[in-house]
């Protein structure tokens, strides 16, 4: 019996699952197509999504040879002579290339001049964000497009169609766990529902389930999902409260979450909810930021819990958050104000404070504005004090 996965793989715009904003009627990709053209793209998204279907139909539809690469184990030698061969021909060759996150930026830029030069259209494929994965130089001469995951009614009616296609008697709640249990991964369900066709053809519970022990697990993929858990471990650290977040920390952890966005989140945690409170916070979150980006899950968990648990444990402050905020809407309302002549880089008249034992008094704006107000919290009170016994202010 032939794979599932490879007989049903869509074969044209209309045939791809949940991609409507890419390949619906008013989609960019399907204009692309329309007017015979495309440009090298990176497609992003979930396992199962339909990134690798979706390049294999854009290749047919253009008429392009499809070659087909993973980064994993990509020799850059192959490529060239893809590229080499189409030297002077009328058409060029669409490459793919999975994993692309994981390319080396020596290979990047070996393939930078034939994506500048349009010899190849290049798609490439990735689990990962790459806006964070690859260099600027890459991104800049591409367009990145996220494909989303296959909404459970879309699914659902794929393995129905299935299952009568290959007259497979499917049982609902079966139906509903290959569904549920996917998680948004089209592979995923027909592979399930293809090995549990060759256990019986009439396809039970019990019998996706004894091969199916657990969910996928893509818990966080869900947009509802995805942004209420990253929520809801935001709201704990802000009201101090470890177990919770810990608790969801877990729970992005276990739904499939990149610790990269997790760090990233925790990050701005460090400073929107902590800021000088606790400024250490920040140096924490840039050092686990880093340390996640290098060694990966399942180590990745140990420090992203250790930074959870130092963010909750701190006192919080928004006073730097609130005061930036603060400046920029006065910007937006038009208050413009003009520099002080003594402050301007061409001034004789501008008064450094080193040669004042450190401070001067001197105007540094055109009117008094009130923007920075300290909740005098944690590390802020030395702050407060140090800005005070400065400017003279705590002896008046």
């Known amino acids: 019996m032939s794979n599932f996965a490879i007989k049903y793989r869509p074969k044209s715009c209309d045939d791809i699952l949940s991609q409507d904003h890419l390949c619906g009627k008013s989609g960019v990709l399907r204009a692309f197509l329309k007017n015979s053209y495309f440009p090298n793209a990176i497609f992003y998204g979930k396992p199962g999504c339909g990134k690798t279907t979706l390049a294999r139909v854009i290749a047919d539809k253009l008429g392009l040879d499809f070659y087909e690469f993973n980064a994993t184990s990509i020799k850059i030698d192959e490529v060239r002579r893809v590229i080499k061969n189409y030297t002077n ?6 490459i793919f290339i999975d994993e692309i996150h994981r390319l080396s930026r020596n290979q990047e830029e070996v393939l930078l001049p034939s994506m500048e030069s349009a010899e190849i259209v290049l798609i490439g494929a990735s689990t990962a964000n790459p806006y964070y994965t690859l260099s600027s130089a890459f991104r800049s001469r591409s367009h990145l497009f996220e494909l989303k995951s296959i909404k459970e009614s879309d699914l659902r009616d794929l393995i129905l169609k299935v299952s009568k296609d290959e007259n497979i008697n499917v049982e609902k709640s079966a139906l509903e766990y290959i569904v549920s249990s996917s998680s948004g991964d089209a592979r995923g369900a027909l592979n399930l529902l293809e090995s549990s066709f060759n256990v019986n053809n009439d396809v039970t519970l019990d019998i996706v ?11 966080s993929s869900q947009s509802d999902t995805h942004y209420n858990l990253t929520s809801a471990m935001i709201k704990s650290i802000r009201g101090s409260n470890i177990d919770a977040s810990l608790y969801y920390l877990a729970r992005l952890i276990s739904g499939g979450e990149s610790a990269e966005f997790i760090a990233r989140r925790l990050a701005i945690v460090a400073s929107e909810d902590i800021g000088n409170a606790n400024p250490n916070a920040t140096n924490l979150a840039a050092s686990v930021l880093t340390i996640v980006t290098k060694i990966g899950y399942p180590e990745a968990r140990i420090p992203l819990s250790q930074l959870v648990v130092y963010l909750a444990s701190s006192p919080k402050s928004n006073s730097s958050y609130l005061a930036i905020n603060r400046a920029l809407k006065l910007i937006d309302s038009g208050v413009m104000l003009d520099i002080p002549e003594s402050i301007k880089s061409d001034t004789t008249t501008y008064l450094n404070p080193h040669k004042f034992g450190g401070y001067v008094s ?3 704006l055109q009117s008094n504005l009130n923007i920075y107000k300290s909740i005098n919290m944690g590390f802020e009170k030395t702050l407060d004090d140090w800005i005070n016994k400065i400017t003279n202010k705590s002896k008046k």
């Open 209 to 219: 389930k004894s091969i199916r022990v657990e969910s996928l697990r893509d818990g």
């Open 362 to 364: 001197q105007d540094y």
């Open 89 to 94: 021909a009328l058409t060029k060759p669409l």
